[in-house]
């Protein structure tokens, strides 16, 4: 046996005994698996590490239990999360982690150390000192350590770990949860991309696949909302909504800034469509960003979140975009949000953009799936003001609604996937 398959193996054994009755499928299908190196960690070495998960130790809850910041002998710095004894999903999502990240290795996807698995089950993560985006971002004491510069190198990094993600890696993988809580910030500000619990492998040979709804308000694709269509653009669609959010400084969600406008992503292609588009722009920035990259990013931003992910363009083109002008690049259509009504458009975009040439919008996607309907309306709105009850719940703020046809919607929000 490998030593990649002894990881996976020692991971998948202890949950088999007591619930797991697909584990044969998931064992066979993680020992299909290489991947990279893993150190099996033991636990005394990460008690000791963590001065037995000293409460002084700890740097956040996540979804499947807490995280601490170790110290090993050596010196190096670690992360170790900690799977909590409860939840037979957070014990999914532990494995899905695991078996996700140890294929990947990429400067912005956060690396996988190594493991323990008895007597707890313990991941251990190269820490990453700056914190996640979200906790530096949307509070207003942080929020000026994030000039533009870096606003857009944030940008950058991510798309290129989107990129390495869902073309360059060994099999596409579909995050499903990008948000800035699972993009950390190392000391030089190069962001990673964290939390792979709920990431999917996505099949070569399809081009798209039926899910349970699992993710985060705010930032989930509306086709995936609606029929759990899932496919890379989900993905695009949040890093759109990430952008829009890194330009403007408030959340999607939360947007309170125009009574009009039902979120950030109205608002941003409204304020284009007037002419306006720089105003997307926290004023705090106005005076060091670059106009011509803002106005880039802010295109980026609604392209991405268009309505119809056929629109949408692919991590590679979006890279590419980046370092073009903004009128290089082709018109957005409008965005697609819950709550939005809005006619898909069909066949390529053909639009007349600033510098008066028409290009053919990027179209291309490994999603090619016609089950969304030509029109659709999104029963919840995002906006709190008008659906507090889903603001105030932290399990339903991170649930998708679901149309009555779609698939199965997780009352408890964040679920991996049908197994
Ligand atoms: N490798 C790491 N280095 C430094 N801090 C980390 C690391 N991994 C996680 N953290 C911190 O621990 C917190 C919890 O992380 P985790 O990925 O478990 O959950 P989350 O993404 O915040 O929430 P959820 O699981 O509900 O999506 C993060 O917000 C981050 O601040």
């Known amino acids: 046996m490998t030593k990649?398959?002894?990881?996976?193996?020692?991971?998948?054994k202890p949950f088999r005994s007591t619930s797991d009755k697909g584990g044969k499928k998931s064992q066979e299908?993680?020992?299909?698996?290489?991947?990279?190196e893993q150190k099996v960690f033991s636990f005394e070495t990460l008690a000791s590490a963590t001065r037995n998960f000293h409460p002084d130790t700890k740097l956040g809850q996540g979804g499947f239990g807490p995280v601490f910041k170790g110290n090993l002998v050596s010196g190096e710095e670690i992360a170790v999360k900690k799977l909590a004894h409860t939840s037979n999903q957070g014990k999914r999502e532990f494995v899905n982690e695991a078996k996700l990240l140890a294929?990947?290795?990429?400067?912005?996807?956060?690396s996988l150390l190594g493991y323990c698995v008895s007597?707890?089950?313990?991941?251990?993560?190269?820490?990453?000192?700056?914190?996640?985006?979200?906790?530096?971002l949307f509070k207003s004491r942080t929020r000026d350590t994030l000039d533009w510069k870096r606003r857009y190198d944030i940008i950058c990094g991510v798309a290129r770990g989107l990129l390495y993600l869902h073309e360059d890696a060994h099999d596409c993988i579909i995050h499903r949860d990008i948000k800035p809580s699972n993009i950390l910030l190392d000391e030089n500000w190069v962001p990673k991309i964290a939390d792979f619990g709920m990431a999917k492998l996505y099949p070569e040979d399809q081009t798209h696949v039926h899910t349970r709804i699992a993710g985060t308000n705010g930032y989930m694709?509306?086709?995936?909302?609606?029929?759990?269509?899932?496919?890379i653009k989900a993905d695009v669609y949040s890093f759109g909504v990430v952008i829009l959010e890194l330009v403007n400084g408030q959340k999607n969600s939360t947007f309170d800034l125009d009574r009009e406008s039902v979120n950030l992503l109205d608002w941003a292609y409204k304020m284009y469509k007037k002419g306006k588009g720089l105003e997307i722009l926290e004023p705090v920035m106005a005076s060091t960003a670059d106009p011509?990259?803002?106005?880039?990013c802010i295109k980026i931003g609604l392209l991405c979140t268009q309505f119809d992910h056929h629109l949408r363009p692919t991590m590679s083109r979006v890279v590419l975009m980046l370092s073009r002008k903004p009128g290089a690049l082709e018109e957005p259509t409008p965005p697609g949000y819950l709550g939005s009504r809005h006619r898909r458009s069909r066949g390529p975009a053909m639009s007349s953009s600033?510098?008066?040439?028409?290009?053919?919008s990027n179209s291309q996607s490994r999603s090619t799936t016609t089950s969304t309907a030509a029109t659709a309306t999104m029963t919840a709105p995002l906006n709190p003001r008008r659906h507090a009850s889903s603001a105030s719940d932290p399990h339903r703020r991170r649930l998708g609604s679901t149309s009555s046809a779609g698939p199965v919607s997780d009352p408890y929000g964040k679920r991996p996937m049908r197994e």
Do not use: C, W
């Open 29 to 36: 299908e993680l020992g299909n698996i290489t991947s990279h």
């Open 103 to 110: 294929r990947v290795q990429h400067r912005n996807v956060v």
């Open 119 to 136: 007597p707890e089950k313990l991941l251990v993560y190269e820490y990453v000192p700056n914190e996640s985006l979200d906790k530096l």
């Open 292 to 296: 011509d990259q803002v106005a880039t």
């Open 221 to 231: 694709a509306p086709e995936y909302v609606m029929h759990g269509n899932l496919s």
């Open 4 to 12: 990649s398959n002894s990881f996976f193996r020692n991971i998948i």
């Open 354 to 360: 600033s510098d008066g040439m028409s290009r053919e």
